[in-house]
T-cell receptor, first 115, second 113 residues
Framework: DTGVSQNPRHKITKRGQNVTFRCDPI?????LYWYRQTLGQGPEFLTY????????KSRLLSDRFSAERPKGSFSTLEIQRTEQGDSAMYLC?????????????FGQGTRLTVV | QKEVEQDPGPLSVPEGAIVSLNCTYS??????FMWYRQYSRKGPELLMY????GNKEDGRFTAQVDKSSKYISLFIRDSQPSDSATYLC?????????????FGKGTLLTVNP
């Protein structure tokens, strides 16, 4: 386990379809974060888990988005009824409990293209 | 006004040049200041981290924070073509929200051989 793993790396989907992404954090990390990065912008915070509990959701996370971390290990991010505006890089990061934001490690991201 | 402002560039310099990258911010609660490097189609990787005001040096990289001016900088000395990437500044508050990063837009840097 050398880092945060995200799958798939790239997903192309038709507008209106549902998509699901997976994130496997560094094994001993309790905290897991999702960020979204659109072209030409920095990453924006979406949501945060401590173990299996989702402790914060950004207002960017509309009701079409749902994130889970059922056993406190891997996490999934689902987008229902995708729209072209959902096209972005979805980044996952993880850190130790009590760790600072600076101590989070990012995965390589899942690039979503909605056509 | 965004909480963190960063000139997106692009910035193009010759190999060996000193590069200066900057961000300004508006949220006085920010206490932790980070610089990330992001290669094309990759995730961000942490370069430098500074708490509160002051300077920090790591090899060819120097990070500066001036909280009174709400201004942070990253200097790269003897820049190399391998430094070509997007540089993102990021910040977080202390206390209960210390897990959440607020990023700038990123500055695209090209170092020409």
């Amino acid at each position: 386990d050398t880092g945060v793993s995200q799958n798939p790396r790239h997903k192309i989907t038709k507008r209106g379809q549902n998509v699901t992404f997976r994130c496997d954090p560094i094994s001993e990390h309790n905290r897991l974060y999702w960020y979204r990065q659109t072209l030409g912008q920095g990453p924006e915070f979406l949501t945060y888990f401590q173990n299996e509990a989702q402790l914060e959701k950004s207002r960017l996370l509309s009701d079409r988005f749902s994130a889970e971390r059922p056993k406190g290990s891997f996490s999934t991010l689902e987008i229902q009824r995708t729209e072209q505006g959902d096209s972005a890089m979805y980044l996952c990061a993880s850190s130790l409990e009590g760790g600072l934001a600076s101590e989070a490690f990012f995965g390589q991201g899942t690039r979503l293209t909605v056509v | 006004q965004k909480e963190v402002e960063q000139d997106p560039g692009p910035l193009s310099v010759p190999e060996g040049a000193i590069v200066s990258l900057n961000c300004t911010y508006s949220n006085s609660a920010f206490q932790y200041f980070m610089w990330y490097r992001q290669y094309s189609r990759k995730g961000p990787e942490l370069l430098m981290y500074t708490y509160s005001s002051g300077n920090k040096e790591d090899g060819r990289f120097t990070a500066q924070v001036d909280k009174s001016s709400k201004y942070i900088s990253l200097f790269i000395r003897d820049s190399q073509p391998s430094d070509s990437a997007t540089y993102l500044c990021a910040m977080s508050a202390s206390g209960g929200s210390n897990y959440k990063l607020t990023f700038g837009k990123g500055t695209l840097l090209t170092v020409n051989p």
